[in-house]
């Protein structure tokens, strides 16, 4: 109840217009969006901001930046996704670089565990934007968990459109976890990391279709598909539009 008091209450906020400059600034893909895609962005980004607990770890500062700049990644992966896909994320704990898990003691640049809560490097999530289109993106990764989990469990496949949806996603989705699994190595589009599990394979896959999204919709027609039904988008067509607009407002 609590958390729709203030995502209503955050909804009724304006934008800030310092936020926007920290957009133009330090998110790349901002750019890119048409204008309404922009407005929606916005209005997404302002609620996440304001209802998700941001927390501070390893001497890192929790500024307007750092806020802004993830839940802009937040953001771009429900921007038309209809409803709260995050709602069992309650809290985001940033490091200002890698750091080492507990219990595993490798580096760690992000994660979410079953609590609700997410851990990212401040450091990844930078790098991670500054090149759109080379498939590895944290945030978006670590996002992509945080909707699985919000399907019941990690296991690659969050809560779809409609039941008949989840025929077609397991038979694509499988098909392309196992190749990767198998070793498909002959100009790879998704990374090696999602031959670990289904739930590494979706956040790789969401990976690169919103960073490749031309390449994976030419290589994997079905899996671009998949993924453009369920997260309501055309990543592809709408990087097309961006350039030929661009190179149109050059010429004119
Ligand atoms: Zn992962």
Known sequence: M?????????????????WREILRVDVPFYAQ????????????????????HFEGAGGMEITDRVVVVIAACAARLVL?????HYNRLKEIVVYPDAYRHPDRGSAILGEVNDFGTMVLSWRAVLEGLRDTDDGKNTAFH???????????????????????????????????YKRLRGGETRRRVLREYGAINEAEFFAVATEAFFEKPRVVREKKPDLYEVLSDYYRTDPASELEAHLTGRRNSRSA
């Open 33 to 52: 969006l048409s204008a309404g895609d922009r407005e929606r962005l916005e209005e997404r980004l302002k609620i996440f901001a304001r209802t998700v």
């Open 142 to 176: 670590e996002f992509a968990h945080a909707l699985d989990l919000g399907g019941g469990t990690f296991d690659g496949t969050p809560v779809l459109v409609s039941r008949c949806a989840y025929g077609p996603w397991a038979k694509v989705m499988s098909r392309y």
């Open 2 to 18: 609590l958390r729709q008091i203030r995502r209503w209450w955050a909804s009724r906020q304006p934008f800030p217009e310092a």
């Open 80 to 84: 038309n996704l209809p409803d709260e």
